[in-house]
Nanobody, 127 residues
Framework: QVQLVESGGGLVQPGGSLRLSCAAS?????????MAWFRQAPGKEREFVAG???????TTADSVRGRFTVSRDRGKNTVYLQMNALKPEDKAVYYC????????????????????WGQGTQVTVSS
């Protein structure tokens, strides 16, 4: 089984920045894995934030495009989410997800696409 561990969450003021990390390990893991970030705020559904395919092509949700950037360490199964210009509405638990498959672009934003999930890291944006 693949295990995912997120880190980097915390409390920041509006306009601040955070960089989240997600490290994948275990099983017969073969890099690179397709990986994604989702987030879930209290009382809301889990929503797609950003994803990166095995081909390294990436996409971000409209709500964060221009502020958030997803990337991967070369030669490692570690994905990052650089979050800039954070807003109070970005407050949520951020989850890392992965799959051994090769999802197409149109399926990246579906939670059902992803086999493995981390436990999440809290991001709080407040004055």
């Amino acid at each position: 089984q693949v295990q995912l561990v997120e880190s980097g969450g915390g409390l920041v003021q509006p306009g601040g920045s955070l960089r989240l990390s997600c490290a994948a390990s275990g099983g017969t893991l073969t890099a690179p894995l397709a990986m994604a970030w989702f987030r879930q705020a209290p009382g809301k559904e889990r929503e797609f934030v950003a994803g990166i395919k095995r081909s390294l092509g990436s996409t971000t949700a409209d709500s964060v495009r221009g502020r958030f950037t997803v990337s991967r360490d070369r030669g490692k199964n570690t994905v990052y989410l650089q979050m800039n210009a954070l807003k109070p509405e970005d407050k949520a638990v951020y989850y890392c997800a992965s799959t051994s498959g090769s999802p197409i672009n149109s399926s990246l934003n579906a939670a059902s696409t992803w086999e493995y999930w981390g436990q999440g890291t809290q991001v709080t944006v407040s004055s």
